[in-house]
């Protein structure tokens, strides 16, 4: 979820001392919406997650701004959605979760510049550059998470990253103001961004003129190649390791015999080895169990650390 989850936190310590009443006045005039002992299982790609003390849904980027600015007043914790690389602990999230679904807008400026609001989906950003005959983001045809989580792990697949396409980034910062940085100002490497701390909240893309029906037939391609290879229709994070240099984790885990391999409900994808599927009820335990089983195999039997790409979060 790729892509990545913006774990932002307000305090020094994940266990600092707040109450109820503290995350109720951290949320109060929020015009956007909030719910309490949120179950977070039903805001992840993964569909595992204890519940969080309040997720909300901020209405625009000024109310994200409130929102940084009244946690910090009371050292509550934030921690943003938007990634599908996701795991959450059965234990949930202490404090504030923060989804930026509403941050929905997309607009065109000159010359192929497309702004788009944190919480855009890729797929819906992918969708409006077709439309404007913009292309550069073929690359991430398949990619389910949002734009902000894109930034945050700097996306990528074989075909391309979301930093080739990254001329700025806009920020809420810790003391809750809007700061832009162009993308000179922040170091991307595999699989992340360097950024200062806050949270994401919208970016700029460089793409370039194109024909549509060929940025069309990109994309289709690429979605037809990854359906064929991905457990795309059932609920999982994405790739859980990140590859290891020239090579591929899904062919190393293949090779060791564990493709199917299961702990409770969760399962190495029997598509593509790099995956695991969450066939119903599977916990946030079983899946570190099945992760540290695949480690081990793979250190064991090839030689080979395997680290993981997807982000593991919350309370046991
Ligand atoms: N392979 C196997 N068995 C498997 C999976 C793959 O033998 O179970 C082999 C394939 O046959 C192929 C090679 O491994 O020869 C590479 O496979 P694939 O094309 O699927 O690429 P990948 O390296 O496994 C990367 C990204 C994916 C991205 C695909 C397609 C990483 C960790 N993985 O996978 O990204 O979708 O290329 O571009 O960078 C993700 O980041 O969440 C993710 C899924």
Redesign the pocket.
Known sequence: ??RGSQGVRTTAHAHAKFTQTDVRAAVAGLRGSTSFRAPLREYTSFKIGGPADVVCEPADIDDVCLVVRQARARKIPLFVLGGT?LLIRDGGIRGIVVSLARLRAIKEEPTAVLYAEGGVGMPTLIGYAIRHSLAGLEWAA?IPGTAAGCVVMNA????GEMKDSIKAVRMVNMKGQIVDLEAAQVRFEYRRALLPRGIVVGVWLQLKPGVQSEIQRVVKDYLHY?RD??PLAMPSA??V???PPND????L??AVGL?GARVGDAEVSMK???FMVNRGQANAADVTALIGKVRRAIRRRVGVRLDL?LKIVGET
């Open positions: 979820m790729t690389n398949g990528g697949t074989k075909l990854r290879t991905q994405g790739c390791f990140k590859n591929s984790a899904g062919r885990i293949e493709k593509h080895a790099n790409e």
